[in-house]
């Protein structure tokens, strides 16, 4: 799973994408674009 | 899913190959979770988007997993996901997203 490259699609009333963005990181994942979407 | 958003996914499927990829959630309900699983893996069921009849087959996890928890070092889901964890229904959008992933991821 480390060396996948990750996708993150947060949501503003779930896990905001930046949030989620630290957590990949903090295992050093890479990250190749994070957003955050709003359902509402 | 955003229309804008599965195109730029599209593409770095296209560019790097699905098989590197993998999606992280961080939806707050089930439904729309699963509907993202499902669209970054058989195509936008909607058929609204450019993922509308492509099945890439990405795995999609939920950052709630613990195929993604377990690796994330546990100060920083704490002060990061720890507080929504505690408000949402996590087994509903586990069960919801798993779901879609075991049906059609291919990686």
Do not use: W
């Not at chain 1, 989620?20 to 295992?27: G, L």
């Not at chain 2, 590197?20 to 195509?43: M, P, R």
């Not at chain 2, 002060?79 to 069960?95: A, F, N, P, R, T």
């Amino acid at each position: 799973m480390q060396d996948k490259k990750f996708i993150i699609l947060g949501d503003r009333d779930g896990v905001p994408g930046p949030a989620i963005e630290e957590c990949i990181k903090s295992f050093g994942g890479e990250v190749l674009f994070s957003t955050t979407e709003c359902f509402v | 899913m955003d229309l804008e958003n599965q195109a730029r996914i599209k593409e770095l499927a296209e560019k790097l190959g699905p098989e590197n990829l993998v999606v992280i959630l961080g939806g707050a309900e089930a439904e729309a979770s699963g509907l993202a699983a499902e669209t970054v893996s058989n195509g936008d069921p909607t058929f609204a988007g450019p993922l509308a009849g492509v099945s890439l087959g990405l795995p999609a996890y939920h950052i709630f997993e613990d195929a993604i928890k377990n690796l994330v070092d546990p100060q920083v889901y704490d002060d990061q996901v720890s507080m929504m964890e505690m408000v949402l229904d996590v087994d509903e959008i586990i069960k919801e997203v798993s779901t879609y992933r075991e049906q059609y991821a291919k990686f």
